[in-house]
C-alpha cells in the first residue's frame, strides 16, 4: 500500500477560516513532516477563500485533510473534494456535517438510545423566548465550533446571559447541557475498531483552548485506568456512535465517564488533532502504531463519498 501511495500527489490541506486556523497548521506541518519521511510526494496547502482555484492548480490525487472546525470539518471541504473528484481522509459530507453540528448529534444520540447528557437548545432569531430550562450548573456551548470555543461552565445565574451571548458570537443555534460530573475520556476510532481509551485531566478543571493546546497544562492517562467493564462499555459507546454518525477514516469519540461508570457522549470529532499535544496519536502509539504508521492509516482510509 505505501508503495501504491508514492505514486500520488499528496496535498494536505491546512490552515482555514475557522477560529482554530493556528492548531490546523500545526497539525498540517506534523503530518507534512510524517509523510515526507516515508518518502512521499506531499504538498502543504494553506486553505483561503480562493481553495477551488488552488485545488486545480495543484493536481493532487488525494487530500489529507488537517483542517479543523468551520469549513474544515463540517462538509463544506469534503463537498468541494467531491466535485473536484478528488479522495479525501475523514468522513464524508454526509458524516462530517452531522458530527460538527451538535444539535444534530445531540438528537441523533437520543433517538438511537446513546446516553448523552440532558440539554436544550437556544436560536439567536429567538432570543427574547430564551429561558433556561435546566438547573444548573450547565455547559453552554456552540452548535458547531471545536477546541472548546466559545463554551463555558455556568456554575452561578450571574454567569448565564454572558455564556450565552458568548456562545452566540459563534454560532446561530446555541446548545445547553446539563453538566455532568466525572472522568474525561477519548476513544480514537481505526474504522469500526476502537483504540485505548485515553484519561484527560486538566489541571485548571476545564478543558479549555489553554489547556488543549498547552505542554504541562494537561495531564493524559493512556490507557485510562479504568476498570474492564468500563473500558468495553466505552468502547461500545464510540463504536455505536461512528456508525449512527456515518463515520468513516480514524475519527475520536469524546465522553464523560458519570458516576455511574456509564459514557456520557459529548461528540465525535471526525479530524483529530494531530499536534504534539493530542489525544488520537497518545492512544495509536499504545496501540502500537506510532505517529507515522499512523498518518499512513489516515491517509490510506481516503476515498469519494459518492465515486461519481
Known amino acids: 500500500m505505501l508503495q501504491a501511495l508514492k505514486e500520488k500527489k499528496i496535498g494536505v490541506l491546512m490552515g482555514g477560516l475557522s477560529p482554530e486556523r493556528e492548531v490546523s497548521l500545526t497539525s498540517g506541518e506534523s ?40 469549513y474544515g470539518e463540517d462538509g463544506t471541504i469534503q463537498g468541494l473534494l467531491e466535485y473536484a473528484k478528488i479522495p479525501y481522509t475523514g468522513s464524508g459530507v454526509l458524516g462530517s456535517a452531522i458530527a460538527y453540528d451538535k444539535v444534530k448529534s445531540k438528537e441523533i444520540f437520543k433517538i438511537n438510545g446513546i446516553p448523552s447528557a440532558d440539554y436544550q437548545v437556544l436560536n439567536r432569531n429567538r432570543k427574547k423566548e430564551i429561558k433556561r430550562t435546566l438547573d444548573l450548573p450547565v455547559v453552554v456551548k456552540p452548535s458547531n465550533q471545536g477546541s ?24 446561530e443555534e446555541v446548545v445547553v447541557e446539563q453538566f455532568i460530573e466525572g472522568r474525561l475520556l477519548a476513544v480514537g476510532m481505526n474504522g469500526e475498531q476502537p483504540l485505548p481509551v485515553v484519561e484527560i485531566q486538566p489541571k485548571s478543571g ?25 473500558t468495553a462499555r466505552c468502547q461500545e459507546v464510540a463504536v455505536n456512535v461512528f456508525r449512527v454518525l456515518k463515520g468513516r477514516g480514524i475519527p475520536r469519540v469524546d465522553a464523560i465517564l458519570d458516576a455511574r461508570g456509564i459514557p456520557q457522549v459529548l461528540e465525535m470529532n471526525t479530524i483529530p488533532g494531530l499536534t504534539p499535544t493530542s489525544l488520537l496519536p497518545m492512544a495509536a ?24
Open 285 to 308: 502509539k499504545q496501540a502500537g502504531m506510532d505517529f507515522e504508521e499512523l498518518v499512513i492509516e489516515i491517509l490510506k482510509s481516503a476515498q469519494l463519498d459518492y465515486g461519481v
Open 31 to 70: 503530518v507534512m513532516q510524517a509523510l515526507q519521511k516515508q518518502g512521499l510526494d506531499a504538498i502543504a496547502i494553506d486553505v483561503d477563500h480562493r481553495i477551488a482555484v488552488t485545488l486545480e492548480q495543484s493536481n493532487i490525487d488525494v487530500a489529507f485533510i488537517a483542517l479543523h472546525g468551520t
Open 148 to 171: 472548546s470555543i466559545g463554551v463555558t461552565i455556568v456554575k452561578q445565574e450571574s454567569q448565564w446571559a454572558e455564556a450565552v451571548e458568548s456562545a452566540f458570537t459563534y454560532s
Open 206 to 230: 476545564f478543558y479549555d483552548y489553554e489547556a488543549k493546546y498547552t505542554q504541562g497544562k494537561t495531564d493524559y492517562i493512556c490507557p485510562a485506568q479504568l476498570s474492564s467493564e468500563e
